[in-house]
């Protein structure tokens, strides 16, 4: 299965190319072309870290708390939930480690569905890219930014005025990614340390209240005792909370998208993605425990704003809350930014496939080095969404959808991991999983896809009046859809149209290699 790989370009692209080599036949490119072009490998372990936490921690830390408790009733389980989701993370990110070091390349999911999928041909590609696209849009982060900053301004404002404010920050981070791509990596880690400073000074706050220093809350230990009491006994709950659980913790993978970008990217991202998440996973468990310090379960699931808002007010006062608005707007900010960032080099890597149509186009990084026709490709449904989508439970379905599809997604690439340890043993693994840890990642992503179809309490779900197992059906609408696109171009056209479709590597004046499907008429050999 090995290929001969070129000579790598300098002292980190050796790392890399050593360990691509048996795999450099994934997707239609060698290692090398995959990696020319764009802006070269500019993040250090330290870019590299800001961007994995910058995208986990968005508004969840921030809101779902509230939800989670509300869901399963008692501080106990609410907080086992959060080590549960932490311990999955961390199950994903190793399996997610040892494909990006075994393939050391932008792209993610997409580049470890086709080294384990590969016959049909197309296929993996075509569903990865179809579902990748259509619900890779950054709308919520976008609108949370509008609702944030109309509060924290005191006053009202109509479904436009925000619906306005959300496209202006769409536009400006695309502006900012295309046209001053450096500013763009400087302003996510700028938003990272801001949002690890509040997280940092909200843990710290709770540490004074269960001191017993802040006499706005009398009794900081009241959460505490019995805290399984009232503890939900419905299996539906629990999975409805750690979906939230889970959502919060997403983006431990955001840099295995941009690892054309990253310097000596197997020793970066061994580093960087163990200690983003970390960091992470340790600031949201004491976060959680510094909420509960200040108010009661039922005070924090019966509050009418974010859980850190409340929290703010409950300690002190009004004005502090306001001032913690204009925060969570800041950290809904810096989460699209870094969202933007990495599905923009998605999109990029999809169009080198030339699985898009127009490829040369999409996969352009004119003028600036940037993936400024990634960055268009992804701001169209962004814009699309946040335009055309009513808020409240219509919106919060759209979201819901953008889940189960990456789920499947989830489990194909833990179920291709095992496959590849079979089907190709000697390949080298600069980075190993403990199978037993990705198995428990199986089962979660498994449970996954069969507890939204679990009936809740009630029969009612999360976006009523819509029944609770749509958003469920609405995804695996789209993943067929994807099969039935695939089936029409690679199979069903050039059989009707006697044609093959011949792919050619056309590459761009930066340097990057673009796939171009043509299409020749088929030759038909003599009987």
């Not at 295309?178 to 996510?188: A, E, L, N, W």
């Not at 996969?363 to 808020?391: E, K, N, T």
């Not at 029969?459 to 995804?475: A, F, R």
Request: hydrophobic residues 50%; positive net charge; charged residues 10%.
């Amino acid at each position: 299965m090995a290929t001969e790989a070129s000579p790598s370009k300098d002292e980190g692209d050796m790392h890399a190319t050593s360990h691509a080599e048996v795999i450099d036949d994934v997707g239609g490119l060698t290692f090398d072309q995959y990696t020319k072009g764009g802006l070269g490998r500019h993040l250090g372990i330290t870019s590299t870290t800001f961007l994995i936490i910058g995208r986990i921690i968005g508004t969840g830390i921030f809101s779902t708390p509230s939800t989670i408790v509300s869901s399963v009733g008692s501080v106990g389980a609410s907080l086992m939930l959060w080590v549960l989701g932490l311990l999955l993370s961390i199950a994903g990110l190793c399996v997610w480690l040892e494909f990006a070091c075994m393939i050391p390349r932008s792209g993610g999911e997409k580049v470890y569905l086709e080294a384990a999928y590969r016959k049909p041909k197309m296929l993996v590609t075509i569903v990865f890219a179809v579902q990748a696209i259509a619900l890779g849009f950054t709308a919520s982060g976008c609108i949370i930014f509008a609702s944030n900053i109309v509060v924290a301004a005191g006053r009202k404002a109509t479904e436009w005025e925000q619906r306005g404010i959300a496209i202006g920050v769409i536009t400006f981070v695309t502006i900012i990614h295309t046209f001053f791509p450096k500013v763009g990596v400087h302003g996510m880690n700028f938003f990272t340390v801001l949002k690890v400073a509040v997280l940092l000074f909200i843990v710290v706050t709770g540490w004074v209240v269960l001191g017993g220093g802040v006499a706005r809350v009398p009794d900081p230990h009241a959460s505490f005792r019995d805290a399984f009491a009232n503890s939900a006994t419905s299996g539906n709950q629990y999975a409805t909370a750690l979906f939230k659980v889970l959502n919060s913790y997403a983006g431990w993978s955001n840099a295995m998208y941009v690892l054309n970008e990253v310097k000596n990217p197997v020793r970066t991202i061994k580093i960087a993605g163990p200690l983003g998440l970390s960091i992470c996973g340790v600031l949201y468990l004491l976060a959680n425990v510094a909420y509960f310090a200040a108010a009661t379960p039922k005070e924090v699931a019966a509050s009418g704003t974010t859980v850190a808002a409340y929290f703010m007010g409950k300690v002190f006062g009004t004005a502090a809350q306001r001032a913690l608005s204009v925060l969570i707007a800041l950290s809904a900010l810096g989460n699209v930014m870094t969202v933007t960032f990495a599905q923009a080099r998605v999109n990029q890597e999809l169009a080198k496939e030339g699985v898009i149509p127009y490829p040369r186009f999409w996969a352009s990084s004119w003028p600036f080095g940037s993936p400024s026709a990634g960055l268009i490709l992804h701001y169209i449904p962004s814009f699309i969404v946040i335009v055309a989508i009513p808020f409240g439970n219509a919106y919060n379905f759209i979201l819901d959808v953008e889940g189960y599809p990456g789920s499947v997604i989830n489990f194909l690439v833990v179920a291709g991991l095992f496959y590849l340890r079979y089907s190709e043993p000697n390949t080298p693994r600069p980075f190993r999983v403990w199978w037993p840890i990705a198995f428990f990642y199986m089962v979660g992503q498994a449970f996954q896809l069969v507890a939204p179809f679990l009936r809740p309490p009630g029969g009612k779900g999360d976006t009523p009046p819509l029944p609770y197992w749509l958003y469920c059906v609405v995804g695996i609408v789209v993943l067929v859809a994807s099969v039935v696109y695939w089936f029409i171009w690679w199979v069903a056209g050039p059989k009707l149209g006697k044609y093959e479709l011949e792919p050619n590597n056309e590459p761009l004046a930066d340097g990057t290699n673009v796939i171009v499907y043509h299409r020749v008429p088929k030759k038909f050999e003599d009987s």
